[in-house]
């Protein structure tokens, strides 16, 4: 089963320049608590976007060139979305697409469950997640986030089944 875990700004962007724009660690610790033991599937720029290897997470990185390479037991290379629908969309087990903007907008026609987090402020970026058709979908948990010193932006977590 394919899952999406994503940020999303009031105004629908992801990111910019290769990287996220905000700063809230409550998301950052929510998506390492939702995605750890599990694969992670993301798209190349997103991959060369993160500090590293993602601890404790097993790692499908799309793309299209054939000598993309990453020297490391947790990761492997796949170039076509076709191959993911086919490995993970009817699995019991269930995988998590954490990005970027090209992944999400090609695989949410087969993803079952979205784990949105609305950071609720515009932002300027060039990235967007792709429109979701809210009557596709349910929700089944919502939850405020909590501001704080060092989460200063307003936020909720949302959790929504595909009907
Ligand atoms: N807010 C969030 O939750 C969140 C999460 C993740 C990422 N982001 C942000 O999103 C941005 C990156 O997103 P992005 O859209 O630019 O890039 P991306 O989706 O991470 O990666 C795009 C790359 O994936 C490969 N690809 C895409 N479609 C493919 C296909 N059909 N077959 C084979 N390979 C394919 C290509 O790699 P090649 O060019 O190597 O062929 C393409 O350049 C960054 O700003 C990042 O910080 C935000």
Request: glycine share 6%; hydrophobic share 35%.
């Amino acid at each position: 089963m394919l899952s999406i875990i994503a940020a999303i700004a009031e105004n629908g962007v992801i990111g910019n320049n290769n990287d996220l724009i905000w700063h809230l660690p409550a998301d950052l610790k929510r998506f390492k608590k939702i995605t750890s033991g599990h694969t992670v599937v993301l798209g190349r720029k997103t991959f060369q976007s993160l500090p590293g290897v993602l601890p404790n997470r097993h790692h499908v990185i799309i793309t299209k060139d054939d000598h993309f390479f990453v020297d490391d037991p947790n990761v492997e290379v796949i170039n076509s979305i076709e191959k993911i629908v086919d490995r993970f969309s009817k699995t019991e087990e269930e995988v998590f697409i954490i990005g970027g903007g090209e992944i999400y907008k090609q695989l949410l026609p087969y993803v079952n469950k979205l784990y949105i987090t609305k950071v609720k402020k515009h932002f300027d970026g060039d990235t967007y997640f792709p429109e979701i058709n809210y009557s596709e979908w349910n929700v089944i948990e919502q939850e405020s986030g909590v501001e704080d010193e060092r989460n200063t932006i307003p936020y909720e977590f949302i959790s929504l089944m595909k009907k």
